[in-house]
Structures are given as C-alpha cells and as structure tokens.
Nanobody
Framework: QVQLVESGGGLVQAGGSLRLSCAARRSIFSILVMGWYRQAPGKQRELVASITSGGSTNYADSVKGRFTISRDNAKNTVYLQMNSLKPEDTAVYYC?????????WGQGTQVTVSS
C-alpha cells in the first residue's frame, strides 16, 4: 500500500512561487505515472500535471509554462514547482498516480493565492 503525503502549501501573493512535495511511504518507482491534482471550492478535482517514470511530463493548459513537475525516485518524492501564481490557482493540491487510485488520496496541501 502506498501512502502519499503532500506538503509545501501556503499563502502567497499573486505572482509568487511555491514548491510542493509529495513523499511516498514506499517506492514509487513501480508507479509509472505520478500526477498532481487540485480541487478548488465548488469545483471538481482536476489533474494539473503528470510525469512518467522516465521523466516525460504533461500539463493542463491552465498551468503550462508556469508549473513544473519533477520526481526523484531515489527519494520516493514528486515535486511541483509553481511560479507566477494566480488567484485562480487557489485550491487543495494532491498527488496520486495517473490515473488516480482511490486508496492513494491523502490530505492534500492548501495553496491560497491572494490578489
């Protein structure tokens, strides 16, 4: 069973940056694709970025050019570097496999961007 623990969220002004981390409690090497998701109040959870075990990445149009996903399989960790943040990026951010596995959802980390 993989347990995923997100951290790094916080309150930031528009235009600022944050780096999120997702630590897995066992090797994620066997998980081919890892993703970062977010859920804003009143909205459905959406996939914002994903990365394969080989390092290929994919991004939602809304974050392309601003967010960067990376992974360190030796540390069992996936990262999301978020730059040029906008108020519409405000949400709870989660990591999970892609496609998501219901049992992997953690508590997430809150990101709040003020205007």
């Amino acid at each position: 069973q993989v347990q995923l623990v997100e951290s790094g969220g916080g309150l930031v002004q528009a235009g600022g940056s944050l780096r999120l981390s997702c630590a897995a409690r066992r090797s994620i090497f066997s998980i081919l694709v890892m993703g970062w998701y977010r859920q804003a109040p009143g909205k459905q959870r959406e996939l914002v970025a994903s990365i394969t075990s080989g390092g290929s990445t994919n991004y939602a149009d809304s974050v392309k050019g601003r967010f960067t996903i990376s992974r360190d399989n030796a540390k069992n960790t996936v990262y999301l570097q978020m730059n040029s943040l906008k108020p519409e990026d405000t949400a709870v951010y989660y990591c999970n496999a892609d496609p998501a596995v219901a049992a992997y959802w953690g508590q997430g980390t809150q990101v709040t961007v003020s205007s």
